[in-house]
């Protein structure tokens, strides 16, 4: 096949990687191709121990490196043979003037700096991994893809090879515009990924700029509705425990609600250090309980509202087991989230192909600081996340009956609930296992309502007279506005509510637990989740 219109072959290359992933094969590929290999420091060894004959940069620019190599790549041989247009009489004199050779091929990715900062290194070592010539040949290259092909990332070469193959050592211009605009996402990763480090060491939550990157794992089908369009992005560097580090075993491709359903429920799960299961249904649990293993906590979950749980995402915080896997399989459910599986419990749930089974490596810690970033017309708003636990030494008994040590348990986990579960939210909890969730209503009382209202039905199928809330404890995400929110949960039959504090009518509140003979917590801490 002819070049690529108006594009002259690749006579002469930079290397200078830091990830040498699959060099030698393309350098390979390049000199039988009788490229000229210009390259520094450690890429130029790798090539010559290989047997590949290569050109060191300070004999190519008859300037040797100094500086420690901090000052290497920054010559004018190697900018202006990156930079010259080639269409331009002007810019072709001036390289002929000053002997300068053209170079139509720069290979570089960029000092480790992430994983430097990763391993903890001292802020000195830091800042010696922050590339300077790197990017500034990256840039350049980038900038005058009219004429150059630019490769940031190993898995590049292979479509650079079948690119140059099919165009006799050329490269076309959409081709090489694609990889620029992908040169230029990496060198602001790395960029941002440097701002972000200062603001760290500067103790800045919340830097004057902010800058967030993140690279595309997929194309998602569509959004929340098929009208709407939507993509899975990972974070740069280090990735929390979830979701972004999960591989999917088995199932179709998941969706944008999936998604968000299995993040949700994972971090439910991850708040249990027993053995614990989250069942979440369009992003609220229909069902979270606690127990003695996985298959005594999953049977317990799915109590709380079996009917919600059907096709709803399960996220358990142990290897997955054969015997939950066999009690999971009995229903439909569209995803399983974990930190590991058993191979046994593995075959079990590939009978059921249309369940996604996703395996994260290991579970969130709740307590870990982190940040989270929601857009608004013409904006961001952004806050750390909601990683306050309350514990029971924190806790303010505010009415004239102090809760049991079986009730203070369940009001600790109830309220632990409640702190994943939409606003404005009641949780009434037994046992360890939830067995009413009121969600998203406008009004706290009606979120008491509602949750008794399933608890009532959910009881009536299973042929049983008395809905699981009596008996129970109750737990409310922000204060008690009035007592009536109260008072719906004492005629459901809790024994004890735990809730913030705070309201201007607390008093009220209090005197109407007195007087139903409720135990009463306050917490000092809310938990509104929008």
Request: glycine residues 8%; hydrophobic residues 45%.
């Amino acid at each position: 096949m002819p070049p690529a219109t108006n594009t002259p072959a690749i006579a002469r290359a930079l290397i200078s990687v830091s990830d040498k992933t699959g060099l030698v094969e393309f350098a390979r590929f390049l000199a039988a191709r009788k490229v000229e290999l210009i390259s520094t420091g450690g890429s130029a060894q790798a090539l010559r121990d290989a047997g590949i004959e290569v050109r060191d940069v300070a004999h190519y620019t008859h300037f040797p490196e100094m500086l420690d190599g901090r000052v290497k790549t920054l010559h004018p041989l190697i900018h202006g043979g990156i930079l010259n247009r080639r269409d331009l009489a002007p810019h072709t004199a001036a390289m002929r003037e000053h002997g300068i050779a053209a170079i139509d091929l720069v290979v570089v990715n960029l000092y480790p700096f992430e994983a430097t900062v990763a391993r903890g290194a001292a802020v000195d070592e830091c800042i010696e991994n922050i590339d300077i010539g790197g990017p500034a040949m990256v840039r350049s290259a980038a900038k005058n893809h009219a004429f150059v092909t630019v490769i940031v990332d190993p898995a590049d070469y292979g479509t650079v090879v079948q690119e140059m193959s099919e165009h006799d050592n050329s490269t076309g211009e959409a081709f090489r515009r694609r990889l620029a605009a992908k040169a230029y996402g990496h060198t602001a990763a790395y960029d941002a990924a440097i701002a972000n480090w200062f603001s760290s060491v500067l103790g800045e939550s919340f830097p004057e700029r902010l800058l967030a990157t993140a690279e595309r794992k997929e194309v998602l089908r569509y959004g929340e509705n098929p009208h709407q369009r939507a993509a899975f992005y990972v974070s740069s560097g280090k990735r929390r425990p979830g979701i972004a580090t999960a591989e999917q075993l088995q199932g179709k491709g998941l969706s944008y609600n999936n998604l968000n359903d299995t993040d949700a429920a994972f971090e439910l799960a991850a708040e249990f250090s027993e053995p614990g299961v989250a069942i979440i249904k369009h992003a609220n649990p229909c069902g979270a309980a606690i127990g003695g293993s996985l298959l005594e906590a999953y049977r317990n979950a799915l109590a709380c509202d079996p009917v919600s749980a059907y096709g709803g995402i399960v996220a358990v915080n142990r290897p997955l087991d054969v015997a939950t896997a066999s009690e999971i399989a009995k229903i439909f459910t569209e995803v399983v989230i974990a930190p590991g599986i058993e191979p046994a419990a593995r075959d079990i749930l590939a009978t059921k192909k249309n369940v996604r089974v996703l395996i994260a490596g290991a579970m969130p810690e709740p307590t870990d600081a982190g940040v989270v970033l929601r857009s608004v017309a013409g904006g961001f708003l952004l806050q750390s996340r909601d990683n306050g636990r309350v514990t029971a030494d924190k806790l303010k008994i505010v009415t004239k009956r102090a809760p049991s040590a079986a009730e203070l348990k369940d009001l600790l986990f109830a309220f632990t609930i409640a702190k994943h579960v939409k606003s404005n939210t009641i949780v009434y909890v037994k046992n360890g296992a939830t067995v009413g969730i009121g969600a998203g209503q406008m009004s706290r009382v009606d979120a008491a309502r509602i949750a008794v209202h399933k608890a009532k039905e959910t009881a009536a199928a299973a042929g049983h007279v008395v809905p699981a809330t009596q008996g129970s404890v109750a737990a409310s995400d922000a204060f008690f506005p009035f007592a009536d929110g109260l008072l719906v949960t004492a005629e459901a039959g809790v024994t004890a509510i735990i809730q913030p504090g705070g309201s201007i009518r607390d008093d009220e509140v209090i005197k109407a637990a007195d007087e139903n003979g409720l135990a009463m917590v306050f917490t000092g801490m809310r938990h509104f989740r929008h």
